[in-house]
């Protein structure tokens, strides 16, 4: 299945990108599963997304736990943990 | 209601004084955050921000008598003494009116997605979260409902 996949702030930065469609293999169907996905491409990749770093997500803008499930046409957002006000 | 993220300044008497007219108001209560000594870059996360912000007025809404409220959160670029945020809320006594606002910056703080970057003397650096500010929002009770 196919979602869009956006990242803000230092973890943009770290990772040269703010957002990118990708297709998932099967067995990939959580935002934490996402995420490992994402950090076995390794490089930067593993550096900014490995399970000791604290990064947070959202699904289809709206913030939400690892374990939350995803489908097609979602968009999740990786990001630091947030610093307004 | 008005929630507004921006890149422009505001004028918060202005804001404040809005509050006024709804009938029934005795107290509008108000915060407004500026930057502080060092000029940064403001980064959001524009599909998100507005519902964020209006979830959490919501949620405020629901624990406390509010008769109406504005919140403006600016984006970009900001110098020292800029103004970045303002959170009014309007109540017909001075208790809902101050706990909903304190409230309201205080979930801000930790779920509205927005990004400080310092450019400070020796380079620009994204600000850290502060655990200080999970306790503050930590200290009201939980949602009734779930947030996700």
Known sequence: ?????????????????????????????????LRGHLARRGGAWEGALAEKKNVRAALNQDMVKPAAAIRAGDEIAFFPPVTGG | ??????????????????????????????????????????????????????????????????????????YGELAPHDQIVLVAVASAHRGDAFAACEFIMDYLKTQAPFWKKEHRPDGAAWVEARASDDDAAGRWEPPARKAS
């Open chain 1, 1 to 33: 299945m196919k979602v869009k996949v956006l990242f803000f702030a230092s973890l943009r930065e770290q990772l040269g990108t703010a957002s990118e469609e990708i297709e998932l293999p099967a067995g990939v169907g959580t935002v934490a599963a």
């Open chain 2, 1 to 74: 209601m008005k929630i507004s993220v921006q890149r422009e300044d505001f004028d918060s008497g202005l804001e404040q004084r809005n509050l006024y007219r709804h009938p029934g108001v005795g107290a509008v209560a108000s915060f407004v955050g500026i930057v502080r000594d060092v000029g940064m870059t403001l980064e959001h996360y524009p599909g998100m921000t507005d519902s964020a912000l209006r979830k959490i007025v919501d949620e405020a809404k629901g624990r406390w008598k509010v008769m109406d409220c504005t919140v403006i959160h600016r």
